[in-house]
């Protein structure tokens, strides 16, 4: 009779042990759970709150997409078309943005239309060519400064409201800048830009104004002969997309 309540009293004690075991195993494992999420949660609450102090000049649909970029893990890309060169302002700014926001959240893509006019580049389909690289943000260089020879005001604003169209067709987050400056007899840069302006408020597209970081006089920013942009007036313009797209 003994033996066997030593035996139930063992067995007692073995079964409160492997209870007890299990328990705080499980406890454990909560706890290490519990810790990850929260670890998860303030990472992603770092994350979001340093991306802010970037995203501070962007308008608020631009900051939502790089949001949800991080958070989806779905780089954005974002189409450069533009006059400029691939190596100059455009390979700057991809240097800064991958830089500031690492490189799994903008891929960038740069479109050089070189000196097609906007009568050019309605021929030649720009948008269809856009579209091909499968842009989630367009940044689209107006050529002003390609027209202003070739073309009066009046149709560069013509084409131009159609090349808005025909982008804006395209269903992606558009934006519109104009060309670097440039010196005519009929007309000036200002007049162009304030020009630009309007086309582009008319059809509700975001307009990106760079044309007051620029100086009154030139002669360091752009070429006597042909007009293009010294390396000085590349990095001007760089700076100036840079400042806006990460907030330094």
Not at 81 to 86: G, L
Not at 229 to 242: A, I, M, N, P
Request: aromatic share 8%; net charge negative; with cysteine.
């Amino acid at each position: 009779m003994k033996a066997m309540v030593g035996v139930n009293v063992a067995a007692a004690v073995l079964c409160g042990v492997v209870m007890y075991a299990g328990t705080q195993h499980w406890q454990e494992q909560t706890e290490a759970q519990a810790s990850e999420v929260k670890t998860a949660v303030v990472h992603k609450e770092k994350q979001f709150s340093d991306v802010s102090a970037y995203t501070k000049n962007l308008p608020d649909f631009i900051t939502k997409q790089i949001e949800s970029s991080i958070a989806n893990k779905k780089p954005l890309t974002l189409v450069l078309a533009t006059s400029a060169n691939k190596s100059g302002w455009p390979a700057h700014l991809k240097k800064e943005l991958e830089k500031t926001y690492g490189s799994d959240v903008f891929t960038v893509k740069t479109l050089s239309y070189g000196n097609q006019t906007t009568g050019g580049l309605l021929s030649s389909h720009i948008a269809g060519q856009i579209d091909e690289l499968q842009p989630n943000i367009i940044l689209f260089e107006a050529p002003l400064k390609n027209d202003y020879q070739q073309l009066t005001l009046d149709e560069t604003l013509k084409n131009t409201n159609e090349l808005i169209h025909q982008l804006k067709d395209l269903k992606k987050t558009l934006i519109i800048q104009p060309s670097q400056p440039y010196i005519s007899q009929t007309e000036s840069y200002e007049e162009g830009v304030e020009a630009i302006r309007g086309v582009s408020e008319e059809n509700w597209v975001h307009y990106l104004n760079h044309s007051l970081i620029w100086p009154f006089h030139l002669g360091e920013y752009i070429h006597k002969n042909d007009g293009r942009l010294t390396k000085k007036g590349g990095e001007v313009w760089g700076s100036y997309l840079v400042n806006w797209f990460t907030g330094k």
